[in-house]
Nanobody, 124 residues
């Protein structure tokens, strides 16, 4: 069973920094695109940053220049370095990844997985 396990959330003051990590575990053949999403109370879950296996990145406009996503393909791990945090960054952050175990699941070779989420709270 593939799992995505996040760590690194917490409480920080505005202007501070946090680093989130996510590792894929369980039986798997490959991991393709990985990403961070976030969901604030009463709002939809939105993309924060995405990184392909080749290292191409994509960021939400609200975090460009402040957040950096990186990846270690050998360990199937991504990190999100968050600097100059703002109260509006407060949310549950979820790791997301496209993973294949080499077998078809529901007719698909690649399956999209979510982590359990980690809380990030930025105080003003």
């Amino acid at each position: 069973q593939v799992q995505l396990v996040e760590s690194g959330g917490g409480l920080v003051q505005a202007g501070g920094s946090l680093k989130l990590s996510c590792v894929a575990s369980g039986r798997r053949i490959g991991v393709d695109a990985m990403a961070w999403y976030r969901q604030a109370p009463g709002k939809q879950r939105d993309l924060v940053a995405q990184i392909t296996r080749g290292g191409n990145t994509n960021y939400a406009g609200s975090v460009k220049g402040r957040f950096t996503i990186s990846r270690d393909n050998a360990k199937d791990t991504i990190t999100l370095q968050m600097n100059n945090l703002k109260p509006e960054d407060t949310a549950i952050y979820y790791c997301n990844a496209d993973v294949t175990t080499g077998t078809y699941i529901d007719g698909r070779l690649w399956t999209n997985y979510w982590g359990q989420g980690t809380q990030v709270t930025v105080s003003s």
